[in-house]
């Protein structure tokens, strides 16, 4: 049951990112994004298309470091959910460490299972 809700839950908030993407939202479509990251970062595709959408929105800014930064995490982060190693917590964005830890908050831990 966590995963179906954690699915669903990173599915409204991916949801919620390309409706705000749309709108030109970017800001705000960029957090849903980082609480997408969490909620699906431990599984492979669901990893890589939160980086994606991350790289269209530092694409869409003109952001040098963000785009160079999604490029290496969709790469890296492709191969950590592969092999089960992720930083937890991590929200993907460029302005947090790629290999650092974060807290998770009490709603989002449920659905994850932690």
Do not use: C
């Given at each position: ?7 669903q839950a990173f ?11 749309r709108?030109?939202?970017l800001?705000q479509?960029?957090?849903h ?7 699906g970062?431990r599984?492979?595709?669901p ?5 994606y ?15 160079w930064?999604?490029?290496?995490r969709?790469v ?6 592969a092999?089960g ?6 929200t993907?964005?460029?302005?947090i ?11 989002i ?6």
């Amino acid at each position: 049951m966590p995963g179906d809700l954690r699915r669903q839950a990173f599915d409204a908030e991916m949801a919620a990112a390309g409706r705000l993407y749309r709108d030109g939202l970017l800001i705000q479509a960029f957090r849903h994004l980082e609480t997408a990251h969490v909620l699906g970062q431990r599984q492979l595709v669901p990893h890589v298309l939160a980086h994606y959408w991350m790289l269209k929105i530092g694409l869409k800014r003109r952001s040098v470091p963000e785009v160079w930064g999604q490029l290496v995490r969709i790469v890296l982060g492709a191969l950590g959910s592969a092999v089960g190693i992720v930083p937890t917590g991590n929200t993907g964005g460029t302005d947090i460490g790629m290999f650092k830890r974060l807290p998770i908050a009490p709603a989002i831990r449920r659905l994850i299972g932690e």
